[in-house]
């Protein structure tokens, strides 16, 4: 997972309060993601970018928002969590939008909604 | 739209034997499909893919996988299974349409392979 970091690995939080977690790159990578992995669903997309600023909605984007005010920074915040939020999120980089490369992966932060 | 399926939950082979984890996808125009893997408590790593050209793609680790247009299909493949090949697959694929933006790849539930000593 070299150049792309992903903070904090594990957290538990209560119901109803904000929470943000933290993509890191390295690579200097316009495009970034975020998804959620949840047993029987997969990966879903959550949000993702394609440039400083510029942010879109993916498929289960209900109750986050992101921003990216930097290339290497890309931070998913709850807004008020829920226990439904509970799962392993993960951020990954792309440096061609055409997909060509694939994505790299970061570690992965599990939450825990409580 | 675009989809993956892998029809399998669970994949359950005996070390040295062969193994395939299977995959068909849906897409708008010709496919772009990869193959990744996750170990316990890791993000996904790449393992191969398919973009044009040869329809039997090797990879990382000794795996391969084969393209195939008619069936819509990109099933992963491994000659003799190891234990540490033990770990969740996942197919993933995008459409090479130029008018699709963004690099967006669409992925399947996984498939958890477990090799047996």
């Known amino acids: 997972d070299a150049g792309i970091t992903q903070s904090p690995r594990h957290k538990v939080t209560e119901t109803g309060t904000p929470v943000t977690l933290r993509c890191h790159q390295t690579e200097n990578h316009r495009y970034m993601y975020w998804y959620r992995q949840d047993p029987g669903h997969g990966l879903r997309l959550i949000h993702y970018s394609y440039g400083v600023k510029d942010t879109d909605k993916g498929e289960v984007s209900d109750g986050y928002s992101v921003s990216r005010s930097k290339t290497e920074d890309f931070l998913l915040t709850l807004e008020s969590a829920t226990s439904s939020q509970t799962s392993v999120y993960f951020c990954a980089i792309s440096e061609s939008g055409r997909g060509l490369d694939g994505y790299t992966f970061g570690s992965g932060t599990r939450l825990t909604v409580v | 739209a675009q989809s993956v399926a892998q029809p399998e939950d669970q994949v359950n082979v005996a070390e040295g034997n062969p193994l395939t984890v299977k995959c068909t996808y849906s897409?708008?125009?010709?496919?772009?499909l990869f193959w990744y893997v996750q170990y316990p408590n890791r993000g996904l790593q790449f393992l191969l893919k398919y973009i044009t050209g040869d329809n039997l793609v090797k990879g990382s680790y000794g795996f391969e996988a084969e393209f195939n247009k008619s069936q819509t299909s990109f099933h992963l493949k491994k000659p003799s299974a190891l234990v540490s090949d033990s770990a969740l697959y996942f197919c993933a694929v995008r459409t090479a349409d130029r008018g699709s933006t963004l690099g967006r790849l669409y992925f399947g539930r996984g498939t958890q392979l477990t090799v047996w000593p």
């Open positions: 897409v708008s125009g010709n496919p772009y």
